[in-house]
C-alpha cells in the first residue's frame, strides 16, 4: 500500500468513526450542555482532567472553552492528589475524558473529587466503565475502531473526542447567547481581534479614493473617475445620493466587445443595480465573510442613508493584518 493510500485509509477510518459517535448522540448531551451552562451562571468553572492522549485533548478543549467565555483550567491527574487539587471549588463542574474509562489515575483521583460538591461529565468510549459510574453525565465517544493498523495507537478515538468537546463549546457558546462582541474581548491580538474589534470605517477607502458617480454620467467620463480613485469600481447614485448601482472594469471589459455605444452610454443602462454592499458601522468581520462568500473584490459601504461613504477593497486587507 502507497504512503497515500494509507493516509486515505486513515481519512476514512477516522471519518467513519465521527459519523458513528454522532449516530450516538442523544439527551446525554442536552444534559452536559444545562450542567455547563448552570455552573458558569452560578460563577464556577469548568475543571478538565485527563491522562495521555485524552489529557492532550482535554488542554484543547480548556483552550477552546475558555476563549468563548467558559472559565476553564485543567487540572494535572497525576499532581492533583499532591496539592493540585486546591484549584477545585465547591460547585465547579469536571469534565473528565478518558476511553476506557478504567484510567488508574483518574479512578484514584475520584473519591478526592467526590468530597467537592461538583458535578462530573465523563468523556468515555465504555459507558459500564469505573469513571462512566460515577459521573452524572456519560457523553460516548465510542468508536469502531482505530486507525491504527494495530487498533492500539488512540487516533480514531481522540479525534472522536475532541470533535465532542468541539459539540459542547459551541453549543454551551449559543446557549449563553456568546456573540461576535464578546469573543472580541478575548482575542484582542491577532488577525482575529483586529476583524472583531475593527469596523468598516476605520479600513474604508474615502474621499478621492472612493469613486462615486451619478447615473446619468457616461461610461467614458466614469472611467475618469474611476481612475482618479485608483479603483476597480464605482458606486452609481441616483438625484440623491442613494445607491442604485455598482459599475465595475470588469463590466467595462465584458461589454466593450459587443457594444459599440459603450463609451458614450449613461451609467443607468450598463450598471449592476442593488449591488452588495454594508453599513459603516459594520465590524470588519462581516466584511470578511461577504468578500469570502460572494467572491467580489470591491464592497461599497454606505451610511444609514444608503449613501456611498467608501468603499473596501480586498486588496487592502493584507496590509491591514486582516486576512
Not at 31 to 59: P, Y
Not at 135 to 151: G, I, Q, T, Y
Amino acid at each position: 500500500m502507497s504512503h497515500l493510500a494509507h493516509a486515505r485509509r486513515v481519512f476514512d477510518i477516522e471519518l467513519a468513526a465521527l459519523r458513528a459517535v454522532r449516530a450516538q448522540l442523544d439527551d446525554a448531551f442536552d444534559r452536559a450542555v444545562e450542567l455547563t451552562v448552570e455552573t458558569l451562571k452560578r460563577r464556577g468553572k469548568l475543571v478538565i482532567v485527563g491522562i495521555g492522549k485524552s489529557g492532550n485533548i482535554g488542554a484543547k478543549l480548556a483552550a477552546t472553552l475558555t476563549s468563548t467565555g467558559s472559565t476553564s483550567v485543567v487540572l494535572s491527574s497525576v499532581d492533583a492528589l499532591h496539592g493540585d487539587l486546591g484549584i477545585v471549588n465547591d460547585g465547579d463542574l469536571v469534565l473528565a475524558l478518558s476511553y476506557s474509562g478504567e484510567s488508574e489515575e483518574l479512578v484514584n483521583l475520584l473519591p478526592a473529587l467526590k468530597r467537592f460538591a461538583v458535578k462530573l461529565v465523563a468523556f468515555t468510549g465504555n459507558p459500564k466503565s469505573t469513571i462512566a459510574r460515577h459521573s452524572d453525565v456519560v457523553l460516548n465517544v465510542r468508536v469502531p475502531k482505530e486507525a491504527c493498523p494495530f487498533n492500539l495507537a488512540p487516533t480514531a478515538s481522540t479525534t472522536a473526542m475532541l470533535v465532542m468537546g468541539d459539540a459542547l463549546a459551541m453549543a454551551v457558546l449559543e446557549a449563553r447567547g456568546f456573540t461576535q462582541k464578546d469573543f472580541a474581548r478575548y482575542h484582542p491580538s491577532g488577525a482575529i481581534g483586529r476583524a472583531l474589534l475593527v469596523q468598516v470605517r476605520d479600513i474604508m477607502r474615502t474621499g478621492e479614493r472612493n469613486a462615486v458617480a451619478p447615473q446619468t454620467l457616461a461610461v467614458r467620463e466614469a472611467l475618469m473617475v474611476m481612475t482618479k480613485a485608483k479603483s476597480g469600481s464605482l458606486a452609481v447614485v441616483d438625484r440623491r445620493g442613494k445607491l442604485v448601482g455598482v459599475f465595475t472594469d470588469g463590466d467595462f471589459r465584458r461589454r466593450m466587445s459587443t457594444d459599440n455605444d459603450l463609451l458614450t452610454s449613461p451609467l443607468a443602462e450598463v450598471m449592476t443595480r442593488n449591488p452588495i454592499c454594508i453599513r459603516d458601522e459594520a465590524l470588519a468581520a462581516e466584511a470578511l465573510k461577504i468578500f469570502n462568500e460572494r467572491n467580489i473584490d470591491d464592497l461599497i459601504v454606505v451610511n444609514a442613508k444608503r449613501e456611498p461613504v467608501g468603499l473596501v477593497d480586498s486588496q487592502d486587507l493584507p496590509k491591514l493584518k486582516l486576512m
